[in-house]
């Protein structure tokens, strides 16, 4: 199981930030997702989570401006015809507008990401959109406050 170091980007108007994202494997299946990604051998959750964010959104983050651990799931999917397994840590990252840096996605994260929007709460609310973490609306308010969520098992597919 990987470990993927998730981050709920918000900027000053309380906005979250995802990923627009498919799996080029089913490019029928659409979601929107938090930054983040796998912890690479010797480093830690925060340059994980600062690195993931700069490389998948091109938003440069002050590790100091990474909150506490918030939010933990273990989570099954399908990507690229593969079953994956993985154990996400989110934080809270405060962001202010700024110059973007260029998006470098990885080889995996070809074809996956294709863009990002920013979300106030109301527009998290609106039927039909699909979100990985699955309860992203509960659960912003509760980060945002600083609570801690251990979230049960979710096999996402």
């Known amino acids: 199981m990987r470990l993927s170091a998730k981050a709920f980007v918000v900027d000053g108007a ?4 995802l990923l627009d994202c498919t799996d080029p494997a089913r490019p029928d299946v659409r979601w929107w997702e938090l930054p983040g990604g796998g ?11 600062v690195r993931e964010v700069l490389e998948e959104t091109g938003i440069s ?8 651990l918030v939010w933990t799931q273990e989570s099954t999917f399908l990507h690229r015809g593969e079953r994956r397994f993985t154990r996400c840590h989110g934080r809270v990252v405060r962001v202010t507008p700024g110059a973007l840096a260029d998006v470098a996605l990885t080889d995996d994260e070809q074809g996956t990401i294709l863009g990002q929007c920013w979300f106030t709460v109301a527009e998290l609310a609106v039927p039909g959109q699909r979100f990985f973490p699955r ?3 509960a659960l912003l308010p509760r980060v945002l406050a600083g609570e ?3 979230e049960p098992f979710d096999a996402w597919d």
């Open 14 to 17: 309380g906005r979250l930030l």
């Open 39 to 49: 912890v690479e051998p010797g480093e830690d959750e925060v340059t994980a989570t």
């Open 61 to 68: 983050v002050d590790p100091s401006t990474v909150g506490p």
């Open 135 to 137: 309860n992203v609306v």
């Open 148 to 150: 801690r969520v251990d």
